[in-house]
């Protein structure tokens, strides 16, 4: 079993986690602080928190 096919990223930087969690073709949970105001994503998932996230990884199982 490959890491893409079942490996998530969570984190709060659009580039250095989200974009390296796509490169790495993993599945993603962008946790939005509010500071990337303007700035377009493709993260598979948005959280407000990291409770929110953990929420989203438990149903996608």
Do not use: Y
């Amino acid at each position: 079993m490959a890491l893409a096919d079942g490996g998530w990223m969570v984190g709060d930087n659009l580039v250095a986690d989200i974009s390296g969690g796509q490169a790495a073709r993993l599945r993603t949970i962008w946790i939005d602080r509010g500071t990337w105001v303007g700035h377009d994503h493709s993260a598979d998932h948005v959280a407000t928190d990291v409770l929110q996230a953990m929420e989203i990884l438990h149903n996608e199982r």
